[in-house]
């Protein structure tokens, strides 16, 4: 059945450290959405593209995060340099416009921990 | 002021109550509403959306929706300890992106 993969589904690595999270999002869909989620500030939009195009990352720490999509059958987000306060979980959702607001299907995420 | 604002605290339910969960929103454009829920460990899925003012009945969920005093409500009858999970609330935010609350967590006591 359709869902959206993502790539690594846990990833512990150290400060400074560069960290590249994958996407995979559901065939024909052509809307993805990065968010990170935490305790504190629950859930977040990183950044967002249509048609692979990006959107809006007005979400996103511009000076280490950056997120793209090579092609319509993934999307990255990578962390260079990595910090401690990165530490969480990353979602990726993808859907599909059309008439009427968008359902987003989400992917199981990616749990990062930066020692 | 957050685009969306869940402020209760854990709800406890017994096992065939009703839970009842209440979000605001900030802009009173807002015209459609999502509530997700979402698991422990898990992501979020949809379980219901609404876009008209009143009330909308899927199964055991009932969605509340109030434009003129900008909140929607979710409502869980007949609680079952299946229902315990953290809820969210999501209005379409500016660019068509999905604005979500901190959300709700909640216990079905069996």
């Known amino acids: 059945d359709a869902r959206v993969t993502q790539t690594p589904r846990d990833k512990v690595t150290e400060m400074g450290q560069e960290v590249t999270m994958r996407c995979q999002p559901i065939l024909g869909h052509n809307t993805v959405f990065w968010y990170r989620q935490t305790m504190m500030q629950g859930l977040e939009l990183l950044a967002y593209f249509r048609n692979r195009a990006p959107l809006d990352d007005s979400g996103m720490p511009k000076d280490r995060f950056s997120a793209e999509m090579p092609d319509a059958t993934l999307a990255t987000l990578k962390i260079q340099p990595s910090e401690p306060r990165d530490s969480a979980v990353y979602f990726c959702?993808?859907?599909?416009?059309?008439?009427?607001?968008?359902?987003?299907?989400f992917g199981p995420g990616t749990r990062l921990t930066v020692l | 002021q957050k685009e969306v604002e869940q402020n209760s605290g854990p709800l406890s339910v017994p096992e065939g109550a009703i839970a009842s969960l209440n979000c605001t929103y900030s802009?009173?454009?807002?015209?459609?509403f999502f509530w997700y829920r979402q698991y422990s460990g898990k992501s979020p899925e949809l379980i219901m959306f609404i876009y008209s003012n009143g009330d909308k009945e899927d199964g055991r969920f009932t969605a509340q929706l109030n434009k003129a005093s900008q909140y929607v409500s979710l409502l869980i009858r007949d609680s079952q300890p299946s229902d315990s999970a953290t809820y969210l609330c999501?209005?379409?935010?500016?660019?068509?992106?999905?604005?979500f609350g901190k959300g709700n967590q909640v216990v079905v006591i069996p």
């Open positions: 959702a993808s859907g599909l416009t059309r008439e009427g607001p968008p359902e987003q299907f």
């Open positions: 802009d009173r454009g807002s015209q459609s």
């Open positions: 999501a209005v379409i935010a500016g660019n068509n992106r999905l604005a």
